[in-house]
């Protein structure tokens, strides 16, 4: 029997049926599942869905977002909710993600219209975060993807960011 | 694996990577799971052969 599949288009299904809500405004993947489109695949454990919240409050609207999640029949275990049995978590963009949000590629996967965060932001966002593992996502990306430079290179100079000397 | 191999992967199918990723996944999990593998025939043997000697090399006389 072959293993569960990444149930990425259940995950677009959701996030669409926030946003028809009026409960987001807009809605990417990011992290390392969007990084896999990329890159060579590398495992990676949950989904990254960043969102602009149409809740401008402190609590960015999380609460009515797990709530309708719940009422999709999704369940929640800690920080993440469970879609198709593979762990979800949502994070309320700003500043650089926000921006990877607005500017995100927009995708089909398995019938499911979907949004994905752009090569270049996913480096830019590595590259502010700076981790041994963000230093390494970087380094694979450049070397495998097909990448804008100078898409890349704006993104950094606008966020103040540089890459990691090698 | 070399360079252009990893390359390579990195232009498959979204779709098929995400298919790969959800068997490293599933790898991943057996390998965790699997039990740890003591030698326990060894062991009483291992045991038994310490005692001996040490009955033989005893001289409480």
Same mark, same amino acid.
């Given at each position: 029997m072959p293993p569960p599949g990444i149930p990425l288009a259940? +995950?677009?299904a959701a996030a669409n049926s926030l946003r028809?809500? &009026?409960?987001?405004?807009?809605?990417?993947?990011? &992290?390392?599942?969007?990084a896999v489109r990329y890159t060579e695949p590398f495992t990676t454990y949950d989904a990254d869905i960043f969102f602009i919240p149409a809740d401008t409050g402190l609590s960015a609207g999380v609460p009515a977002i797990y709530a309708h999640l719940r009422e999709?029949?999704?369940t929640v275990d800690r920080e993440h909710i469970i879609i198709g049995g593979f762990p979800v978590q949502w994070l309320g963009a700003h500043g650089l993600t926000e921006e990877a949000v607005r500017e995100a590629l927009a995708i089909e996967f398995e019938g499911a219209p979907g949004r994905i965060?752009?090569?270049?932001?996913?480096?830019?966002?590595?590259?502010? +975060?700076?981790?041994?593992?963000?230093?390494a996502r970087i380094e694979q990306m450049i070397e495998q993807a097909d990448l804008d430079r100078s898409l890349l290179d704006a993104i950094l100079d606008r966020h103040h960011l540089s890459l990691p000397t090698p | 694996m070399t360079a252009e191999m990893r390359r390579t992967l990195a232009r498959l199918p979204y779709a098929e990577k995400l298919r790969r990723v959800a068997e490293l996944i599933e790898f991943s999990r057996r390998f965790k799971a699997a039990p740890v593998i003591?030698? %326990?025939?060894?062991?009483p043997a291992m045991l038994l052969g310490s005692?001996? %000697?040490a009955e033989t090399e005893t001289d409480l006389s």
């Open positions: 259940e +995950v677009f028809s809500a &009026g409960l987001i405004l807009e809605y990417a993947l990011g &992290g390392a599942l969007a999709l029949g999704h965060f752009r090569a270049e932001h996913l480096i830019a966002i590595a590259a502010s +975060v700076g981790r041994t593992k963000d230093r | 003591l030698d %326990i025939q060894a062991r005692r001996a %000697i």
